[in-house]
């Protein structure tokens, strides 16, 4: 074989590949919490920057050290929009001719592309102002909906947990069985950093509801199921952390009437410490108030995509029909 047929062949080998790789897509996933900002530098380093971090890297609230709500990754506008992403949302700011908010929903990467346009910096300003809560709902309900779909591939047998507490709970797979009680259970698993642990139990109605201080209600009960989680010290159960006063709202999860607490908890007379969130859901089918808890230990690393995680996981909660 002559050097000129050769080098037709390697050619022809090369297009052939190429062909095959355009055909065939890599699958990408994205990555959790990260959003892809398409904005010029000239706006990303001025007001409307400065309004899109404020928004949207806000601090998480009940972490034990600070955090953005979302990891925000800035590219220029003169990028196309269709390229490559590590993340699941893309939102496209820019000047334009006419002021539009516009929302597009895809089941591939980005999941959403949210565009504001505005005939002046002060219209994109207050378009960023009126509908951050919208996306950032959105942009969250979708990272929950995306972890949720990877834990279903791999669940902890639910038998234990629907016979204990008619309930379906989507528990991944690496979670153990730590402590089973009448009323109270508790899940654990190991990572890298430390663990995170859920833990679900049942008590009376009246036990919550009576009264004004739900908040006060929510503390003392959980710190009277601390005593169950026990540091290696003798008398360092877990409490509802002193330092700070817990995050209070009321939601709905299944269709019920929820309130959801966030804050710390601690060890007392030790130095563990970390975030908690607690559901405390009014099951009136069954008289009680049934609680599903997810609370990390992560010192060494940081704490809101865990977070995250136990929150996809206890809103996956299905309570049985009685």
Not at 220 to 231: L, P
Request: net charge positive.
């Amino acid at each position: 074989m002559n050097k000129t047929h050769f080098l037709c062949l390697l050619l022809s080998c090369l297009l052939v590949s190429c062909v095959k790789n355009e055909k065939q897509p890599q699958p990408i996933s994205g990555k959790t919490n990260t959003i892809s900002i398409i904005i010029d530098d000239q706006l990303w380093y001025g007001e409307v920057g400065d309004t899109i971090r404020n928004k949207f890297a806000s601090p998480v609230l009940g972490l034990t050290q600070e955090e953005p709500l979302f990891t925000i990754n800035q590219y220029p506008a003169k990028l196309l929009e269709g390229f490559v992403t590590d993340s699941r949302s893309i939102i496209v700011v820019k000047k334009a001719a006419t002021d539009k908010f516009e929302i597009k929903h895809s089941k591939a990467l980005p999941h959403h592309t949210f565009r504001i346009y505005g005939k002046s910096i002060d219209d994109i300003i207050c378009s960023i102002e009126l509908n951050s809560a919208e996306m950032i709902k959105m942009i969250r309900d979708a990272e929950i909906q995306k972890i949720q779909q990877d834990n279903s591939k791999a669940l902890l047998n639910p038998t234990v947990i629907k016979n204990k507490f008619h309930i379906g709970l989507q528990i991944p797979v690496g979670y153990e069985y730590m402590l089973h009680k009448k009323n109270f259970m508790w899940l654990k698993k190991e990572i890298i950093s430390g663990n995170t642990s859920l833990l679900i139990y049942q008590i009376p109605i009246p036990r919550l509801t009576h009264g004004s201080d739900i908040v006060g209600n929510i503390v003392r009960m959980r710190d009277s199921v601390g005593r169950y989680i026990k540091g290696r010290e003798p008398n360092t159960q877990m409490i509802t952390g002193e330092a700070y006063a817990p995050y209070f709202s009321n939601t709905i999860l299944n269709g019920k009437k929820t309130f959801e607490t966030k804050g710390t908890w601690e060890l007392r007379n030790d130095f563990m410490t970390g975030p908690f969130i607690n559901y405390a859901i009014i099951d009136k089918a069954y008289n009680r108030i049934l609680v599903i808890e997810g609370f990390c230990y992560s010192p060494s690393n940081q704490e809101r995509d865990l977070m995250l995680e136990l929150e996809a996981i206890i809103k996956s909660v299905k309570v049985d029909k009685r």
